[in-house]
């Protein structure tokens, strides 16, 4: 059993930064794609961004231009590098791991607040 661990949450004011790390307890080259996802209280959960095994990613669109995903492959780590934050980037944050018999592994959330 594989598992991801988020960390870095916390609060912050609207316009600073925040980094998200996402840690694998296997190899990060066990996924072929890892990601970012985020749920606010009342809504479905979101994709926010993904990065696969070649270092190609892709953003949503509400999140283009502020944030950033990025791994290291020796850490077995993939981050959210999250600026400019906006009080409507409040949520959970999940990080997803999909292997590439596309088993799907979820973390367990980081909090994220961000106040106007």
């Known amino acids: 059993q594989v598992l991801l661990v988020e960390s870095g949450g916390g609060s912050v004011q609207a316009g600073g930064s925040l980094r998200l790390s996402c840690v694998a307890s296997?190899?990060?080259?066990?996924?072929?794609?890892m990601a970012w996802y985020r749920q606010a209280p009342g809504k479905n959960r979101e994709f926010v961004a993904v990065?696969?095994?070649?270092?190609?990613?892709m953003y949503g669109d509400s999140v283009k231009g502020r944030f950033t995903i990025s791994r290291d492959n020796a850490e077995n780590t993939v981050y959210l590098q999250m600026d400019s934050l906006k009080s409507a980037d409040t949520a959970v944050y999940y990080c997803?791991?999909?292997?590439?018999?596309?088993?799907?592994?979820w973390g367990q959330g980081t909090q994220v607040t961000v106040s106007s």
């Open positions: 990065i696969n095994s070649g270092g190609d990613t």
């Open positions: 997803q791991g999909v292997t590439a018999v596309t088993r799907v592994y």
């Open positions: 296997a190899s990060i080259f066990s996924f072929s794609t």
